[in-house]
């Protein structure tokens, strides 16, 4: 009987569980689409539910797929910024998963930028005021909600927490809960002052725990046996960093998905200045790690829009046919839902331009393409400006950092070299990893930095980039300023 971790890998579009073994071996996997709705222009949201009931089925999945695994603890690695409310008796939902995509709360930011509130906010949390973060979602439900009713606010591994344990339990990952904005980097606390500015009471919100930490367990979870352990949560930008091993200041990962995540670990706690944000990437033993981090907030996820747009069959086809094209053409813009790091930028909206009657296909193929790589080289180049260690290894991960052409087009674009990883489940490893700290499969980060890892090193190749990113600069100026100028008219 071999011994293992589930972990589970909660996502925006599909929930995936994986068994990992004590030698950090994954042994089966499993997964289920979500769903995702968009009920307004800008909204997105999901059903609380059905992300529970796609955890379940790809559990389902994951262990049809093993044989003879006794399951030692769970961990999850969770969507961020993704907010719902529950009733905090019957469990029951009181609201949507509003999504870190969604854009609901654009006029509330807006105003507490106008009022002052951006810098006493940013040297709080390293995060600016922007409708991706969860304050003033939390309390768009909270309005919504009914009274005279015990309510629970949570990040998405805090219901997934609450889920496994029969609601016994209410409590986050330190990761997750500094991506609230209620969270006092400096003290690791929730905060008052940022609590009452959000208008979000602190007693609904979850208990602010470690990273590999004991979070109750399991509790009539259909397919799974009681009294296993919940032992470990993190956010799953937050997970890949650290199953990547990247624990040396300046060590970094780019997770590429439906939008993108740029972290590079910190030796303290550093507020940024310029485009990017602070995060914990995870606590342990009562001590926070902290790292940079840059959110692109459409990435890959332009591809299948693309793909649509020419008429291809699928995703493949589209890099194929970019892959054909000279890197010269017109620029553009994925700011589908506005512009994330380093330009946060709500009202930005995607745009092709420098067009002509000689623009082929191919170029335009190409110039979705290049948009991931130019998106990562302004975060990357933003870091690199205000990071106190030098940048070192970069690893990159997600179902794109398979694609070779996708991921040279990265390493060229930042000059620097970047670290393929064998493994797709990058976010689930790491949140193993931890809980295998917890467990006691593993005694430090020592034995998990010597775990096997297969990666594939891109060095860059040799290439004059300052007439792409000249375009690329210009149609980023066009998405925003266009967007500007037509709401002043």
Known sequence: MTTAILAIDQGTTNSKAVLVSSKGEILARGSSPVGISHPQPGWVEQDPDRVWQSVLEAIAACLAAASDVTIAGI???????????????????????VSWQCRRSAPVCAELNAAGHSARV??????????????????????????????????????????????????????????SQLLDLNRNVWSDELCDLFGVPKAYLPEVRDSASRFGVTLDVPGLADGIP??????????????????????????????SSI????????????GITTTIAWSLGGKPTYAFEGNILVSAASLPWMVNILGLPDVRALIDLAETAEPQGPGFVPAFVGLGAP??????????????????RAQMARAVTDSIAFQVHDVFKAMASQSPAPLGRLFVDGGPSKNAFL???????????????????????????????TLGLWADLDAVRMLPRKTEV?????TDTT????????????????????MGE
């Open 467 to 486: 007439e792409r990113i000249s375009t690329w600069q210009d149609a980023i100026f066009r998405s925003t300023v266009s967007m500007t100028s037509s």
């Open 263 to 274: 972290m590079t670990t910190l030796p303290h706690f550093i507020a940024p200045q310029s």
């Open 343 to 360: 330009y946060w930028h709500a009202d930005a909206r995607a745009l092709f331009s420098g067009i002509t009657f000689n623009t082929t």
């Open 230 to 259: 919940i032992a470990a949560a993190i956010g799953d930008s937050h997970a890949a960093l650290f199953g990547h091993g990247a624990f040396e200041p300046g060590d970094g990962k780019v997770t590429f998905g439906t939008g």
């Open 458 to 462: 891109l060095a860059p190749k040799p």
């Open 75 to 97: 961990a999850i690695s969770n969507q961020r910024e993704s907010v719902t409310i529950w009733d905090g008796e019957t469990g029951k939902p009181l609201g949507p998963v």
């Open 122 to 179: 940013e040297a709080l949390t390293g995060l600016p005021i922007d409708p991706m973060f969860p304050g003033p979602k939390m309390k768009w439900l909270l309005d919504r909600a009914p009274s005279g009713r015990p309510l629970r606010l949570g990040t998405v591994d805090s219901w997934l927490i609450h889920c496994f344990t029969g609601g016994k339990t209410h409590a986050c990952d330190a990761s997750n809960a500094a991506r």
């Open 407 to 437: 991921m040279q087009c990265v390493a060229d674009m930042l000059a620097h070299p970047v670290i393929q990883c064998e493994a797709a489940e990058a976010s689930a490893l790491g949140a193993a990893y931890l809980a295998g700290l």
